[in-house]
Nanobody, 124 residues
Framework: QVQVVESGGGLVQAGDSLRLSCVVS????????MGWFRQAPGKDRELVAA????????YYGNSVRGRFTISRDNTKNTVYVQMDSLKPEDTAVYYC?????????????????WGQGTQVTVSA
């Protein structure tokens, strides 16, 4: 059974940085595309960043491009998102997701395995 576990969320001030980590176990991590989604209260789930199976192809949402950096370490079954220059509008629950495909998708329903989410709160 594949498990996806996020960590690294917390409460920070605007302008601060956080790094979220996501460990995938029980599956073939190196064959999966990975994505970070977020969902704020009353809003739709949004793809923040995604990375292909070997890391050669990256995606960033318009709202985070230039501030967030996604990476992966296939030797550790882990994907990261470095979040810099955080803004109050980045406040959300952040979810890590794995897709049984080498290429990511912008559609959340295309992802097969999900973590429980980690809260990120950015105060003004």
């Amino acid at each position: 059974q594949v498990q996806v576990v996020e960590s690294g969320g917390g409460l920070v001030q605007a302008g601060d940085s956080l790094r979220l980590s996501c460990v995938v176990s029980g599956g073939s991590f190196s064959d999966y595309a990975m994505g970070w989604f977020r969902q704020a209260p009353g809003k739709d789930r949004e793809l923040v960043a995604a990375i292909s199976w070997r890391g050669a192809s990256l995606y960033y949402g318009n709202s985070v491009r230039g501030r967030f950096t996604i990476s992966r370490d296939n030797t550790k079954n882990t994907v990261y998102v470095q979040m810099d220059s955080l803004k109050p509008e980045d406040t959300a629950v952040y979810y890590c997701a794995a897709r049984k495909n080498q290429i990511y998708s912008s559609t959340w329903s295309d992802f097969d395995y999900w973590g429980q989410g980690t809260q990120v709160t950015v105060s003004a």
